[in-house]
Each structure stands twice: as structure tokens, then as C-alpha cells.
């Protein structure tokens, strides 16, 4: 092999791309039809996650070299990554017509399947890959993995304490397991296969998120939204779509039972209460919990700037929010003054408030950022612009509000349009 | 020379097609050894002459000491014939420091043959190295595998004084392995036994190699710089047996300081290691540190990486790299220093450093080079718009500030990873102190 393709592929192997990739562009200045170091300057394009870049190399060595496997393997990894599952499935399959006897292949397309929420594929295909090789450790995770969407947990746990026991410093084995337990609702063993995956492997994304979860879950109704989002996770695609309109449809429709007969007729309220602690929790809960994990010693360091921000803005304004209605509510203050109906209504205003301030980019920035992070931003200046409005003109304290009310209301059905 | 210098700098601003009182003005700045100005006036040169074979030439020789060796040989390579005998002394140094071992033996053949009697003090020894210490039949098998892999040695004219701030560093480097050497009989008194190397980390850009260079200045040893290419060579080729060459070369020239940059690439966790050969060369690095076959009396280790991370464990045991040394971007006294050695000689107005070193936390000392850059180059568009010299102001630098941000980010957000979640043995304490992180 040519001495500057094997300094890269070593230097690659040393999680050095940026030094291989110079190294390979180097040599394609001579040698432009080199296949195999097309194939690697894709691996050094995907580590740095250029997946568009990556996978239009990847197709020309493809082009020069058809019949290498291995290459239509890379072809669906960037694919895979891209979140682009059937080119994926179609690279994988080539690859494994071309060499039916590489369990990596099986791993990757049961990894594909698993995305793609067709767990029995999944499971099939990792099992094919154990059939290669007993102890790979890719096909047993996918297979784990599997196996616990199937609803088999025991079975699944046996697949991974046997890749534990095979190699015991697996990072990725035990990031696994730490969902596995984390979509159990074990937040305590999550956490620590997830502080071991990280122990190994410091820089492993998935892990830190799975740690921060895991922490969080501490907290007993954000452990329960995130089981709802797990299950939610699992359905098909339609299903999870469709889910919060058929939750607002099944709590209107409970209400509505319960209003209509006497007895009942109070447990409605306790409904619609349920339901917009739900909505608010939906929102906020993540916030919140966040807060909690600021005077957490692992927590408060694992979360971003954003999210330390976002929770700060988001409690305080809550607590402000709830603080003032309380007050409006319990103790009359206001009453017989110009501010009689604006205290509460800034109080509202000061609760709706979490909602922008919890889906903002921190530090706050206006230009050169995406459409969700404008959109909130802008309603966070209307809400404080209307409270101080308020303040300044309490006459028409309530007719602000109100507009600034439909300025929110606008804002939440805007929500598929912020996120374009 | 600066005085001059400034003269036809002037004159130029006032006449900028004058085009051999540029040339002359680029190789008054090559002779102050200014390459980045210089080359800039050489690349201006080319612009209205093209092909100048002085300005080709000049431009090669500034591309050779600011360590752009490739672009120094396709330069070199067009010129062939017209090189003179000290450009051709730089093309060799350039094939060597790229690995073309066959072409850089071609040209010095060249130069031997035009001149039997030439000699370079460096040079001439080192691609001897080789020859000098294998067998006869080893001699056969390098010629037949064209193995030979001379090692630079030098004999740097810096010491801790040409080393802004960093005085912790200092300290360390001094009293593991600096004092030794000086006070012996004081080190035996104590018991202390001397030797070990240290292994110095952090962003780069931060005067890792730097700090290396100026610690055998100080103790007025010969330097080798051992790199990444020498390394990755090292794992293909004839590996170990190339290690084992170059701490022989150390061992016969005391003192003598072994430094190995970007170490990581050798010691990476032994458990990513799939390939024996790459085993091989971790055991006969450690062999060769722990002086198992010959003393390593006078030869001082250091490494530098920045990735710690990768480093094998077994480096880090007694006797081998037992001093791991954080290597933080300079403080702000370091910032002043760099700024103001890195200002001097250029047409500057009054510049307000504390404001500079203000603005430039977690600048490495790369970063604040690149600054002073950005700012050059902008005035000297403006002044060749103008055609009068137009001099740096606080204002220029601040604007180059915001224009170029810290690479050091990136490293500190891997490292605060590692820091947070690996740190068992308290080997990354000191960046947790730097980054204000209690745990």
C-alpha cells in the first residue's frame, strides 16, 4: 500500500482527521482515481460530520470501484447519519451481496432498522450477524436494543450482560444499557452504566445526554414525561404525530362525560386540570428540571449554556409569574387601584412568558439565526413590552395583554412553521 | 538594518511599482529574518515580474523557516539549475522534512559533486548517522530499503528569557531536569536521582515547542525535534529500529534534549491498537526511556501532545514521563510580551496593550501572531492604496480580534470532558482549575 494512504488511514485510526484528510487531498492532487483513499478521505469527511461531502466521495470510489463492499458499507453509514434510512438499507444490501459474510454490515442495517422503528428487521438482522460472529459487539447491541423495543427486556438484558462480559470497557455497550434502563424508568442504574460509558469514553455525546437525562429523572414528573416521550418514540410515525391532537380530543371527551352527569361534574375540573398541568409540564418540564440539575455536582456541569440560561429565564419568570396570582388571588393586592385587572393578567403574561424564553438560544442573538429562535425572541420583547405597557398605562392594561394574548396564541400555532 | 528598512519602506510607499527596490527591501527583511513580511514583498515581486528567479527564490527560502517545506519545494523544483548552493542546502533540508529521502540524496549528490570540498556542519553529519552506527550489512539494507531517516539536531539560540510569562512551567522544566545537570553533586547529596522526561499538554499554539526549544538553550544542549511525520514513519517503517537510532544520536551527543511532538500519535491507548507493529514501537519507546541497553545519562525527554487523552498510561509511569505538565494559553502578561515582541519592527502608532491583552482571553500565543497578521496585511492594502505607509493602531488589532476568534475553544471543549468525567487520577486537575470547574 502506498506509504501516504497508510500514514492516513493510521492517522484516521488515531482520531486525527483533520491531519489525514490534508494528507489524502495531498495525495489525490496526483492520483485523483484512487479509490481506496476516496474511501478514507470520506471516513475524515464524516468524522467531522460533512455527511453531504462525504457521501458525494464515497459515490465516486463507488463509480471507480463497484464491487468493494466496503465502500457501499460507508455509502449508508453517512446516509444513516443523514437520517436518510431507505439509501441507507439499499447501500447495505448491495454491500452484503457483494460480501454476505461481514456482521458489521448486519450490525449497521439492524442499527438502520432500528431508526426506522422496524424492530423485528432489526432483530432479525442482528441475529444474522451473530451468526457470523458470536461476539460482535455492534450485532449485540443492535440486537439488545431490539429486543427491549419488543417488549422482551429480560432477554434483551441476558443479550447485553453477555456483551459486557465479552468486553467489559465497551463504551458503546454500556451507553446502551443505560437507555435501556433510562426507557425502564431506572434512572439510578441508567446513570451509572452512562457515567461508565463516559468514564471510557469522554467525548461520547450520546452518553452525556444520557447522563443529564438520567439525573433529571430524579424528579418524578419529568421521569414520567419522559416515559410518555419514549412511548410516544416507539409508535409509528403517524401515531407520534397525531398524539397530542388525540390527547386534547380524549380529555375533551372526558370532560365532557363528566359534565354531564352531577356526580362527576367537579372531577371535570380536575380533568382540565390535569390536562393543562400536562400541556405546561409539556412545555416547561425540561426547563425546570434542568433548573434542578444546577445544584447538582455532576449536573451543572453537563449542561450547555443554553440550557443553563433557558432554565434560569424560564423558573424565574414562572415563579414571578406564580407569585404575582397568588398574591392577586390571596391577598387582594390591587383591588380598588388602576392595577385591579392588570396584576393578574401580568401574571398570566409573566407564565406564558416560559414558553418563548424555554425554546430560545442563549446568549440571545437576532441575527444570523433560525426561524424558531426569531419567533421566540420576538414574542419575549412583545410579552415584556406589554407588561411594562401595562404598568405605565393601566387603563389599558387588559387590552395590551389581550393582544399580546393572541400574539401568543399565534405563537403556538405557529409551531410547525418555526421549526421549518 | 531596521533603519534601512524603514527607508525604502517609505520610498516605496511612494513609488510601489518600483520593482528591484521591493526585491531589495524583501531581502533586507529575509536577512532580519522578518519571512512572513518578506515573503509578502517577494508574492508582491511576482505579481508585476513574473517568474523572478531572485523572488522565487526568496520566497522559497522564507516558505523553508516558516516550516512551509512543500510549497518550498515545488518552488525549489521549478528553479532546478538556477538554485544556488545555499538554496540548494535548503531544498535538501525540505526533501528530508517531507520524506523525500531518494530526492533530497539526489541534490545533495548535486551539491558534492559541484563542490567536493562543501560541508555542512548539520547536514553532512546527520545523513551520515545512519551509515556511521549500522553494520555493513545494515548499511546495504538501508541503501536497499532506503530507510536512512537523519534526524535534525540543533543547537538552539534561545533560553527561558525569549519565553513570556509561563514561569510555573519554568520552575518545573527546571527543577526536574535543568538543575540536575547544573548542580549534580547537589541532586546525589539529596538522593534525588536525575532524568525522566516531561510531557507537556494543551491547546495548541500555546509555545509547547517553543518552551522545549528554549529549555535546551538554556542548558546549552543540542535539540532534536522529533514530529509527527518522523513519527508515522516510524510505525510503517523500520520502526523500531529507527527509535533505537535516534536515542543513540541523543545518547552520543550530552547533553542532549529528545523532543517528540505531538507524542500522542505514538503512545495512543495501546487498547485502540490493533496492529502488533504499533505495539512494537510503544515497548521500544519504553525500553529505550528506561535506558534498559544504555544509559540515557545528559539526554533529557520531552513530549508535547494535545491529546493527553491518547497518551498510553505506561508513559506516564516513574522514571518514564513523570512530570505531565499543563501548558495553558498564555496569561495575560504572556499576552503583553508576545504582542509587543511580535509588534516590534513594524510601522506601528501608539498601541494600548493592556486594552489588546484585555481583549484576548484564551488567545494562544498562535492566535495573537495571527491577530498581528490580519492587522498587517489590512494596513499594507491601505498603504499601497494610498502609497503612504499607513501604521498599526490599536484600533486595527482590535478589529482583527473580533475577526479572528480563539481556536483554543475546541481543545478546552474536548478536554473539559475528559476533565469532568476521566479524571480518576487527578491527571487533568490542572485544567479543571484553569476552566474554574470545582469538583
Not at chain 2, 174 to 195: D, R, T, V
Not at chain 2, 318 to 337: A, L, N, W
Not at chain 2, 412 to 420: G, S
Amino acid at each position: 500500500m502506498n506509504v501516504i494512504l497508510d500514514q492516513a488511514r493510521l492517522l484516521l485510526e488515531q482520531g486525527r482527521p483533520k491531519d489525514a484528510e490534508s494528507k489524502i487531498k495531498a495525495y489525490l492532487q496526483g492520483d485523483p482515481d484512487n479509490h481506496y483513499a476516496l474511501s478514507l478521505l470520506a471516513r475524515c469527511l464524516y468524522d467531522r460530520k460533512a455527511l453531504d461531502d462525504g457521501i458525494s466521495i464515497i459515490r465516486q470510489a463507488i463509480r471507480i470501484e463497484p464491487d468493494e463492499s466496503f465502500y457501499y458499507y460507508l455509502h449508508a453509514f453517512g446516509h444513516y447519519q443523514k437520517g436518510d434510512y431507505p439509501p441507507a438499507t439499499n447501500n447495505l444490501s448491495t454491500a452484503i451481496r457483494l460480501n454476505p459474510y461481514h456482521p458489521e454490515y448486519y450490525g449497521l442495517l439492524a442499527f438502520v432498522y432500528l431508526a426506522d422503528k422496524s424492530f423485528k428487521s432489526a432483530l432479525a438482522k442482528a441475529t444474522e450477524g451473530l451468526a457470523i460472529e458470536a461476539d460482535n459487539i455492534t450485532c449485540l447491541n443492535a440486537r439488545a436494543m431490539a429486543l427491549n423495543k419488543l417488549k422482551q427486556p429480560g432477554e434483551a438484558m441476558a443479550t447485553m450482560q453477555n456483551a459486557l462480559a465479552r468486553d467489559p470497557d465497551n463504551d458503546f455497550t454500556h451507553n446502551t444499557l443505560g437507555w435501556t434502563f433510562l426507557e425502564r424508568g431506572k434512572h439510578r442504574e441508567a446513570a451509572a452504566h452512562f457515567r461508565e460509558a463516559l468514564r471510557i469514553n469522554p467525548v461520547m455525546g450520546s452518553a452525556q445526554q444520557g447522563l443529564k437525562e438520567a439525573l433529571k429523572s430524579r424528579i418524578p414528573p419529568y421521569r414520567w414525561l419522559l416515559q410518555y416521550a419514549f412511548w410516544v418514540n416507539n409508535q409509528g410515525k403517524r401515531l407520534k404525530s397525531a398524539m397530542p391532537l388525540i390527547i386534547y380530543i380524549s380529555f375533551r371527551f372526558i370532560i365532557l362525560v363528566f359534565k354531564k352527569n352531577r356526580v362527576t361534574e367537579d372531577l371535570a375540573w380536575v380533568a382540565a386540570g390535569i390536562y393543562v398541568l400536562f400541556v405546561i409540564g409539556s412545555w416547561t418540564m425540561n426547563s425546570i428540571a434542568n433548573f434542578f440539575l444546577l445544584f447538582h455536582p455532576d449536573g451543572k456541569y453537563a449542561l450547555t449554556s443554553t440550557e443553563r440560561w433557558s432554565a434560569i429565564a424560564v423558573v424565574s419568570t414562572m415563579a414571578a409569574g406564580f407569585t404575582l396570582i397568588s398574591l392577586v388571588l390571596l391577598k387582594d393586592i390591587g383591588k380598588g387601584t388602576a392595577y385591579e385587572d392588570a396584576f393578574f393578567a401580568i401574571g398570566m403574561a409573566l407564565l406564558s412568558l416560559a414558553l418563548p424564553l424555554g425554546e430560545m438560544d442563549y446568549p440571545v442573538r437576532i441575527r444570523k439565526t433560525n426561524r424558531r429562535n426569531l419567533f421566540s425572541v420576538a414574542l419575549t420583547v412583545a410579552g415584556l413590552a406589554s407588561i411594562v405597557l401595562s404598568l405605565l398605562i393601566p387603563a389599558h392594561a387588559l387590552f395590551i395583554l389581550v393582544s399580546y394574548g393572541i400574539a401568543f396564541l399565534l405563537y403556538n400555532w405557529s409551531g410547525a412553521l418555526r421549526y421549518k | 538594518m531596521n533603519e534601512t528598512i524603514k527607508n525604502l519602506e517609505e520610498a516605496l510607499a511612494v513609488s510601489p511599482d518600483n520593482i528591484p527596490l521591493r526585491l531589495h527591501l524583501a531581502e533586507l527583511m529575509l536577512a532580519a529574518e522578518r519571512y512572513p513580511d518578506a515573503a509578502g514583498h517577494f508574492e508582491l515581486v511576482l505579481q508585476k515580474s513574473y517568474g523572478n528567479v531572485k523572488a522565487r527564490a526568496g520566497l522559497a527560502t522564507c516558505y523553508y523557516h516558516t516550516g512551509k517545506f512543500s510549497a518550498a519545494i515545488i518552488i525549489y523544483e521549478q528553479l532546478q539549475n538556477q538554485l544556488s548552493e545555499a538554496d540548494n542546502l535548503r531544498f535538501v533540508k525540505c526533501l528530508i522534512r517531507e520524506g523525500s529521502m531518494q530526492e533530497a540524496g539526489a541534490v545533495y549528490q548535486k551539491i558534492i559533486q559541484a563542490n567536493p570540498n562543501f560541508s555542512d556542519p548539520d547536514i553532512d553529519s546527520y545523513l551520515r548517522v545512519a551509515s556511521q552506527q549500522g553494520s555493513p550489512a545494515d548499511e546495504q539494507e538501508e541503501v536497499a530499503g532506503g530507510d536512512e531517516h537523519p534526524y535534525f539536531m540543533e543547537k538552539p539560540a534561545i533560553n527561558f528569557s525569549a519565553v513570556g510569562g509561563m514561569q510555573r512551567i519554568k520552575n518545573e522544566i527546571s527543577l526536574k531536569i535543568i538543575q540536575p545537570l547544573k548542580n549534580p553533586e547537589l541532586y546525589k547529596a539529596f538522593g534525588k536521582k536525575a532524568g525522566g522526561g516531561i510531557l507537556l499538554y494543551g491547546p495548541p499554539g500555546c509555545g509547547k515547542t517553543f518552551i522545549a526549544r528554549a529549555a535546551a538553550g538554556e542548558i546549552a544542549a543540542k535539540f532534536i525535534n522529533i514530529g509527527l511525520h518522523d513519527i508515522l514513519d516510524m510505525w510503517i517503517g523500520n520502526s523500531e529500529k529507527n527509535l533505537h537510532e535516534i536515542f543513540e544520536l541523543a545518547r552520543q551527543n550530552t547533553p542532549c534534549v529528545l523532543f517528540f511532538d505531538e507524542v500522542d500519535a505514538m503512545g495512543a491507548s495501546r487498547s485502540d491498537l490493533k496492529q502488533s507493529a504499533m505495539r512494537h514501537v510503544i515497548n521500544q519507546f519504553l525500553a529505550e526511556m528506561d535506558g534498559a541497553a544504555a544509559s540515557n545519562e545528559g539526554v533529557l525527554v520531552l513530549a508535547a501532545t494535545n491529546a493527553p487523552w491518547s497518551v498510553d498510561a505506561a508513559f506516564r509511569r516513574p522514571g518514564r514521563f513523570d512530570r505531565v505538565i499543563f501548558v495553558e494559553p498564555p496569561d495575560e502578561k504572556s499576552r503583553e510580551q508576545i504582542l509587543r515582541t511580535a509588534l516590534t519592527g513594524k510601522p506601528t502608532g501608539e498601541i494600548d496593550l493592556k486594552k489588546l491583552v484585555t481583549a484576548t482571553p484564551e488567545y494562544s500565543g498562535a492566535d495573537l501572531m495571527a491577530i498581528i497578521d490580519i492587522a498587517t496585511e489590512d494596513k499594507l492594502t491601505a498603504s499601497m492604496e494610498i502609497g503612504v505607509i499607513q501604521p498599526i493602531s490599536t484600533k486595527d488589532l482590535l478589529k482583527a480580534v473580533k475577526a479572528h476568534r480563539p481556536t483554543t475553544g475546541e481543545w478546552f471543549a474536548t478536554a473539559r470532558n475528559y476533565a469532568l468525567y476521566a479524571n480518576e487520577t487527578g491527571l487533568y486537575d490542572d485544567i479543571l482549575k484553569y476552566m474554574k470547574i470545582k469538583k
